[in-house]
C-alpha cells in the first residue's frame, strides 16, 4: 500500500497518533514537503528523527519526506536516511510497488520576510536559531531530469500553473496580505508555478506521468491535465494511492 501524506509542520505527535488510530502498518508513506525538520536545535532533530524512524519500524512502515518550504534543506542532502524513516533529496527516484515515483521538493514560503525579521532578532541576543532558509525555492535541473524516465508518480511540494489554487487570476488575501511588506513575492509566486509547469513538462518528454500528487497549499483538490491526475493533498491528510 502506497499512502500519500500533506503538510505536517513538525506536528510528529499528533500523526503518530492518527497512524495508531486508524491502525495504519505494512506501507509505504511519502510525505509532501513541510516536514517541519530544521526549527530545532541539531541535537534535538537528530534524536526526535531517530524516535520517528522507531515509530515507523515498529509499525513496519517506510516513511519518505521531501523538502518543503518549511524544512531546513540541509536535512534534505542524504545524510538522513534511516531504515524506516527516509529525508529524499530533491531528484530522487523511488521505487514502490512496481511504481516509480519521482520526488522534488522546495517552494517559496509567503511568511519568509516575518521569518527573516525573527531570525534577525533572535541573532541579536547571540541566538543561532533558524526558521527562514534563503534555498528554500524550487531549482530546476535539466541534467538530472534528461537522465530520469518512465516515472509513474510525480511527487512534488508545489505544482504547475494550470493546477489548483489558480493563481494566474489572483493569489488571495493571505498572499495579499504578505506582499504588503514583499513587494517582489507575486511576482516570484508567479514564476515559480510557471517552472513548476516547465519542469512538469520536462518530465513527460521521456515519461508519462499518470498521477501526480503535492500538497503546500492546505486544502484537498483535484485537477485533471492533459491525462494526468493532479491531486492536491491537505495539511494532516492521508490519502491511498489505488
Known sequence: MILFLGDIHGNFEYIKGLIKRTKISDCAIFQLG??????????????NLLLINKFMKERNIIMYAMRGNHDDPAYFNGDHIYDNLKLMPDYSVVECDDYKLLLIGGAISIDRKMRLKDDTAAARYGSSRRSYWFDEKVVLDEEKLS???????????????????????GFGGLVDSFSENDPTLKDELKEERELMSKI?????????????????????DITL??????????????????
Open 200 to 220: 512538469f513538462n520536462l518530465i513527460q518528454k521521456q515519461s508519462f506521468v499518470k498521477n501526480h500528487y503535492y500538497g503546500h497549499f492546505h486544502r484537498s
Open 147 to 169: 537522465q530520469i524516465s518512465n516515472i509513474d508518480i510525480l511527487l512534488t511540494h508545489t505544482a504547475p500553473d494550470w493546477c489548483t489554487p489558480l493563481n494566474k487570476i
Open 34 to 47: 513541510d516536514f517541519g525538520v530544521g526549527f530545532g536545535k541539531p541535537a534535538y532533530e537528530k534524536d
Open 225 to 242: 491535465n492533459n491525462g494526468c491526475q493532479h491531486q492536491l493533498v491537505d495539511i494532516n491528510e492521508f490519502v491511498e494511492f489505488k
